[in-house]
């Protein structure tokens, strides 16, 4: 199937089911690589497949990649899959054994603590649980109704072969065989890769470049957050998140300086009305920035809950080209790997990027006094041949207002009283 317009070839990644195998209807059976996204083909119809291309062929649209013989009998022990939504529990009960049950083939009960099913959970994911009330029991029934794929015994037997970690007895003899090793490893790019690499060499050689930096106090915002976020997320169910709190600065800064809003067209500068903001995103098989439409009309909630939507769909391989087409401005949060401080590279055609950065608490002067505050540098890069100087260092600045002063979001950054007295 096409994936899109003016894509004429796309790479098969990888196969998701083996030669020979019984597929179901609709069941993923490949994925493909386009120099846009990535995404899946699946079965047409139910039965026998035979592959006809390899994984990592470059493959004409249109062509066909695999047979699938319909009129094939289904495999004697098979049965279609149903959906199972395992019932949530309070506390695991033990299933007893039937009589009739030889004792070889009785399964022992899910053991109740973390501890004891020797579960890896990060802090975040712990403090969730506890907020859903779910327990390690329940993640572990949960995924043992789920079926398991060629993928996820291949990731098994994978994970098996690397070398355990070493005692402290033969710590120096691995030390001594690593550096021995001079192994390297060759893989061809996938297309994704291949025009991501075109498009970034592409906006350093035709764009005037530049980048203009500044820092933000986060105390107001960070504390708005502490105060409202239980709220916030009882009513919405979810938190209130910086990118969101972001978004709407730039929304309101881009009326005050159009001409960051605005992008080349041939000879001609095309300026838009409307704030389509792109939010960079890391997905498994690269970065993405899936487009928030009407970024300007949202409400703050709207604003996150659309976030979160795109940013589900980039980590589950689910995103469309229509979701990263169009964007007028794009904003990237490199503060979540720890980045201090970046030059975000351009987006094309648009002509600005705003970089978020990690958030550490710094001394700074306040009223004349030295405090501790938590502070965020922020750069935005921008096409000096759209943007001047004195336009991209007020966007910056009207941002940095508006962040540290939330209620200017109220009045498009006006100054409450001002906006009152209307002055």
Do not use: C
């Not at 139910?46 to 009129?71: M, R």
């Not at 996820?152 to 072969?161: G, P």
């Not at 939507?309 to 720890?338: S, W």
Request: glycine content about 6%.
């Amino acid at each position: 199937p096409s994936p899109g317009e003016s894509i004429t070839e796309v790479q098969l990644a990888s196969w998701l089911v083996s030669d020979g195998d019984f597929v179901e209807k609709d069941t993923e059976i490949a994925e493909v690589d386009s120099d846009k996204a990535t995404l899946t083909i699946n079965a047409v119809e139910e039965g026998i497949i035979k592959l006809l291309v390899e994984a990592g062929d470059t493959i004409k649209v249109g062509s066909v990649v695999a047979q699938i013989d319909s009129s094939a009998a289904r495999p004697a022990g098979t049965s279609k899959p149903e959906a199972v939504i395992p019932e949530k529990k309070k506390s695991p009960e033990p299933v007893a054994a039937k009589p009739e049950v030889e004792e070889s083939t009785v399964v022992e009960t899910l053991p109740a603590t973390e501890e004891e099913l020797s579960l890896h959970i990060s802090p975040l994911a712990r403090k969730l649980m506890q907020e859903k009330n779910i327990s390690g029991a329940d993640i572990i029934e949960y995924f043992s109704n789920l079926r398991i794929s060629r993928a996820d015994v291949e990731e098994v037997a994978a994970a098996k072969t690397k070398t355990p970690a070493p005692v402290a007895g033969t710590a120096a003899k691995t030390s001594a065989s690593k550096e021995a090793t001079r192994n390297t490893e060759r893989k061809k790019m996938s297309t994704l890769r291949l025009k991501l690499a075109q498009r970034l060499v592409s906006v350093k050689n035709e764009t005037a470049m530049l980048t203009t930096f500044n820092e933000v106090n986060m105390s107001r915002i960070m504390e708005l957050r502490k105060k409202y976020n239980d709220r916030f997320k009882e009513k919405y169910g979810l938190s209130v998140g910086f990118m969101s709190l972001f978004t709407k600065a730039v929304t309101i800064a881009l009326k005050h300086y159009p001409a960051v809003n605005a992008m080349i067209d041939g000879d001609d500068l095309v300026y838009h009305e409307y704030a389509d903001i792109g939010i960079a995103v890391s997905a498994p098989k690269g970065l993405v920035v899936p487009v928030v439409r009407n970024a300007g009309s949202l409400s703050l909630a709207q604003i996150e809950m659309k976030i979160k939507e795109l940013a589900v769909k980039a980590r589950d391989n689910k995103i469309t080209l229509d979701d990263m087409t169009g964007g007028t401005f794009t904003i990237t949060n490199g503060g979540v790997f720890g980045s201090m401080m970046s030059t975000p590279i351009l987006n094309p055609p648009q002509s600005a990027i705003l970089g978020m950065h990690n958030i550490v608490e710094r001394p700074v002067a306040v009223n004349g006094q030295v405090v501790i505050a938590p502070i965020m540098y922020v750069a935005l890069s921008y096409d000096h041949r759209v943007i001047d100087g004195r336009e991209s260092v007020g966007f910056l600045v009207k941002v940095k207002e508006l962040l540290e002063n939330p209620e200017k979001m109220l009045f498009d950054g006006m100054d409450p009283v001002q906006a009152l007295l209307e002055v």
